[in-house]
């Protein structure tokens, strides 16, 4: 029984490597038309001027409620969502409403929240596997095939009797797992990890958080891991973003987030995590009560996103979206409480 | 001592095309009045199919039930179809898991709920259906108890709410709207069916927050079916954790959490990301075919500790003190017989 | 090296049908697909009698007993012959045995039967994919089209094509084939719709997948489970309406003995000489029974396999 610990590392990881994705100002805006005759248009911010630096290497997690825009973010990111406005720099190249699908692909790929809708279930597992290989002429036939057997193997599912099994036959766990060696095989820079346990059980996911991190060493690689278990991001991500209805509410370090919360909506989210061990307890260093709901981007409230939910709430919280402000280096909030402070 | 419900040596097996499954092997639980029990196990431990076998719906043309259990000292394994509309929604209530999968579509929340009031204990129905609901003194009364519910919930704008379609509410008002349906018949036993998993982790705070005061206020057991022991530890008193199929250990929440015993137990407390940061292990080895469980204890496979004995004989449960119960080798019982 | 039988399997097999002929691997699969057949005994008794159609069509020339009849033939000395042991199902008003008139004319009837739908699916579900997937303008334009066909009955559309192009089998099966593909578009655009937004085809554009092999690799493997059972239940239709325009007399020419001109040719003679008329009738009847028949226990069988 081997006990690997995986030390996370903070500064360090800033200092030393240079930036891999760069996203600048981002806004992504759906346009609705409603009304018969006369089409009034109206948008719903998705994303509405998101800025944040990736290192590589470096596990970068997004977190908020859904519907926060999480997803929109990574999706953006990958070309599927048209970007209003705004620059996303991939190494230096921007990528903002790419046109070439294959060389993005190769750089950046996208791992499911649930691996039974991400995979074809009429197929089997050799021929999903066999698709990024045949879309990208990367091997011959006979390269491709070994290939593929020793990424199985890596996940610990036994070729022999996996690569012919159906999607439709396997459990969650080996579902992820084909998901993962499928956008492997592409050996991509970036991965972006959209809550790959929430749909899985406790021992599942532990396995599969493993060998994430096992191919993160192994492979060179970078994620952005979204989520909304803080538990998570606390054992995994250097560096967190905290979203709300598709704007920055805080972003900081690891050790910085938990040790000092600034943000009500961060606290919040601290407070809700519902802990297993005592000991866990003396880790949320604030609380506040957890009330209301998101709410829908039809209908976001003016001024600072969170004022309705704020046990905070001033009257300016109310009129104007409040500045994102410095703390230190490794630390931003965006929040009138520490405008004068600061 | 009589308790609320009494699950004595329940066993479920399914007919399928391969043969029979092994679900649900030998299951003893014991749940008193006005006591939350957690039912902790992972997706396919039969936890869920426990849930429906108290219930009564499980098909009856797949599924071999055997043992009993006793409700209020009644066997409601024998009980016909008939009979178990008494049970249902009155004396034994349900949330589920997707609550927005679980509400009529196309019916507002106020019709569901006023339906479900007014012929809730109705025989016959179909035969009553329009005099009932055009009994406008009935009709005001049922209202009132809606709006009461709603309220008792912590739903914010009830007004507005009762007249919305459920795909208009959200995952937390849905879910809110089942728990005051669930408890508009006063029943002395709630069956949860993992009720947060489907919600965001702000929203699943609020409604343990809510299921803890409603509990203290109205009285009622809960039988709450969870894979999430942080949940298990808010909410509940007493837990039984269960693996593929049998119950590995049992006892008060306290106890189990300062003091886990079972292998499993431990298996799962690693597996879970702390906010202390420690790393976590996954358990090896994945859950057992249903058709062909290993013959002695059903976890030997997946155990670090597993002995020769865990190989050939099923443990039995061993007291470790009043409040807690292991079934395993680790802790004696093999130098019986 | 490529075996053309692995080929067909593989594509079979991504439409989903293989999975349970004969993959040795899933013998699973196959138990269930035997265990779900066995208890459809409707199925069995259909495909049954869809064989033995089948075998009577295609060996008519050898199991007729007067093959000669089916063609130009007459003979005055027994015509109007009840039902006897020389001639099974007696003879009609020129003499000719109708039991090998009947052979021949299952030919055309499960020729036409068994390509109308398929020329009609093979049409109507590529159009169906491309006004499903690349929708808007193109799609508003297929889908319009459709519309226009879709309300005409095809009878009528058959009846126009058949007086431009005249009688015989390949024109029958032209002019049903122009109407029948536009049930096909409506039904194979909305599935595409909801398949569209599945999260696999999603993950198989950011691959980098081109648009051609999303369409043809995964919508359309997933969209032909209820093509394929209405194709099954088409062919019954098909069968229906080519014996109807036989019956009245358009697209065949006599002395071909399709089924539905048999019938025709019988109606003068009805009561008295009833078999001239009910024997072409009852095979028409099993045709249609046997593959509905058979096309309900495939769908029995699919339904399973997809959930």
Redesign the interface.
Known sequence: MKITMYPVFFMEVKKMNEILLKVDKLKVYFTISSGMFIKQKYFLKAVDDISFNIYKNEIFAIVGESGSGKTTVAKSILGIYKVTSGNIFLEGENIVNFKNRKLLARKIQYLYQDPSSSLDPRKKVLDILMEPILVHKLYNKVDAKKIIENYLELVKLPPSSYLNKYIINLSGGEKQRIAIVRLLLLKPKLIILDEPTASLDVSVQAKILELLLDIKNKYDLTYILITHDLSLVKNLANRILVLYLGKIMEIAENNELFLNPLHPYTIMLLSSIPVVTDEELKYIKKRIETIGEIQQLTQVPSGCVFHPRCPYAMEICKNEDPPLIKINENHFVKCHLFKNNF | MEYLLSIKNLKIYFNS??GILKVVENVNIDIDYKEVVGLIG??GCGKSIILKSILGILPKTTSIINGEIIYKGVNLLNLSEKDFYKYRGIEISYIPQHPLESLFPVFTVEEQFRDLILFRNVSNAYRKYYIIKNNKNKLNETYKIIIDWLKNVGIPNVDVVMKQYPFEL?G??AQRVLIAMALSGNPSLLLADEPTTAL???????I??LLNSLISKYNFSVLFVT?????A??LTKKIYIMYAGKIVEYGSTDEI?KNPLHPYTW???????????E?????EG?IPNYLTPPPGCRFYPRC?YAMDICKIKEPSFIKVNENHYVSCFLYGGEKNE | MKNPKNISKRILASFGIGSFKNIKNENVKLEEFLFKFKRNKLAIVGLSIFIILIFLAVFANWIAPYPQDAGIAVHFNQTLQPPSFKHIFGTDDLGRDIFSRILFGLRYTLIAGLTIPIIGALIGVTLGLIAGYFGKKIGTVIMRITDVFLSIPPLVIALLVISVLGPGLLNIIIALSIDWWSWYVRMVQAEVLVIREQNFVEASYILGSSKFRIIFSHILPNAIFPVIVKITLDMGYAILNVASLGFLGLGITPPTPELGYLVAEGRLFLPNDWWISTFPGLFIFLAILSINLLGDGLRDIFDVEVT
């Open positions: 095309p391969q992972e997706t959200s937390g008002l965001d982790v702000t929203i699943q705070k609020q343990i927050d894979h999430n022991l942080g949940i530890r808010m959490f298996g799962l407390l690693k597996a879970i990301p702390k906010l202390t940061g790393a976590i292990k996954s358990i994945s670090p």
